[in-house]
């Protein structure tokens, strides 16, 4: 009984030894090898997480204290191995990380590309993405790292894996988007999608907004974009490192859940026209949105600035912003709240209209130059 006690009572004292990351004592018969150089232990090793996988590795004395630490998966790194690369700016790459690392410029550029065309397909029905005011360039750790340190720039996060900086020439919104050399694949697909939510952002969401938006949420958002495309591609390992990030504190779990619940174009009119600065626990919260801000989008979009288009012959119901205490209908270009009276140019003339009560597809109204009431109903 005393010597199954013994056991059982190392065998704990390893374990609490591996969690917390210390050296294990090595048992002289124990036939494990290291997990770098392949050789048996020597008195002590190591147990060391890979931060790719997530497993435990036990590594010996020699290469924990003889190699440098791979940039991504954070074990010593072979240096004897074909695969073992040392970048320019100090970091290393495993050879086993370094044959996923996209390196070149070229093959980066097409990549962004890549994922900007993935993600037009997959939110189609909702969304674009820039693609005319954009470039994209590779850059390593340091220069990534001294664009954080420019004026206007001075948000760091604890993962530098790319920047989007904004830019304007004669009125016009133009986007660079810089992206860290060295990455493995996924990661590297994961970060453009990322970036391309902020040019995104900068396309689609007003100043004022801006000025409310938090910007843990914006990166929530962003973040999002990266969670959805890994998940149509059902990359659960690239999806799970996403959650881990810490840097939106919080928020990108509040996105998700949102966008689970409510859909993806809830998610967008919040970004656009939402009230709160970040999302919270609940989720309901998605579709607190200023109704005026919205309008105006549809107003917007019937007849863009600097494009007049002529009314039209007859009072037609345009669209309608569903919310059940505010709902708001576009009329001719004019939004109207139930109560609301107001002229409407419709041809070459003007009609006194008021909205008497708005529901999911349609508005009626009254005429109040003949005392007629009219119900139109939306278009599907």
């Not at 290469?63 to 240096?79: I, K």
């Not at 998700?256 to 998610?267: K, L, P, Q, T």
Request: proline share 6%; aromatic share 8%.
């Amino acid at each position: 009984m005393k010597r199954k006690l013994a056991i059982w009572t190392r065998r704990l004292c390893l374990l609490l030894c591996v969690l917390a990351g210390r050296p294990l004592l090595a048992a002289a018969a124990d036939p494990e090898v290291c997990a770098i150089c392949g050789q048996p232990f020597g008195d002590i090793y190591y147990a060391l997480e890979d931060k790719v996988t997530l497993e435990k590795k036990h590594v010996c004395k020699t290469c924990e204290q003889s190699y440098p630490v791979c940039f991504v998966c954070g074990l010593p790194a072979n240096t004897n191995l074909a695969g073992f690369k040392a970048l320019p700016d100090a970091r290393v790459l495993c050879s086993r990380d370094s044959a996923t690392a996209v390196l070149q410029e070229e093959e980066g550029k097409q990549i962004c590309r890549d994922v900007r065309d993935e993600l037009n397909r997959l939110f189609s029905r909702f969304t674009t993405f820039p693609e005319t005011n954009m470039t994209t360039r590779m850059v390593d750790r340091v220069h990534l790292v001294e664009l954080f340190n420019l004026a206007g720039n001075d948000y760091r996060c604890p993962n530098v894996w790319g920047i989007t900086e904004t830019r304007t020439n004669h009125n016009r919104r133009f986007y660079v988007i810089s992206l860290m050399s060295g990455l493995p694949r996924p990661w590297f697909e994961a970060t453009c999608a990322h970036e391309l939510g902020h040019a995104w952002v900068g396309d689609h969401v007003s100043a004022a907004r801006k000025a409310v938006l938090s910007r843990d949420a914006e990166e929530g958002f962003c973040e999002l974009l990266s969670f959805l495309l890994m998940d149509s591609r059902n990359d659960e390992p690239q999806q799970a490192h996403i959650l881990r990030n810490p840097y939106t504190r919080g928020q990108i779990d509040f996105f998700v859940a949102a966008e689970r619940i409510y859909g993806f174009n809830e998610i967008l009119d919040w970004m656009q026209f939402g009230i709160d600065d970040r999302l919270s626990e609940d989720p309901s919260r998605i579709r607190n949105i200023s109704q005026k801000l919205a309008a105006n989008r549809w107003l917007n979009a019937v007849a863009p600035a600097g494009s007049p288009r002529p009314a039209p012959n007859a009072l037609v119901l345009k669209a309608i912003i569903w919310d059940p205490r505010h709902p708001t209908a576009l009329i001719n270009n004019r939004p109207f709240a139930v109560g609301e009276q107001a002229t409407v140019h419709v041809g070459t003339t003007n009609v006194l209209v008021r909205c008497l009560g708005i529901t999911p597809d349609s508005v009626q109204l009254r005429i109040v130059n003949t005392d007629r009431e009219e119900t139109l109903m939306l278009n599907p």
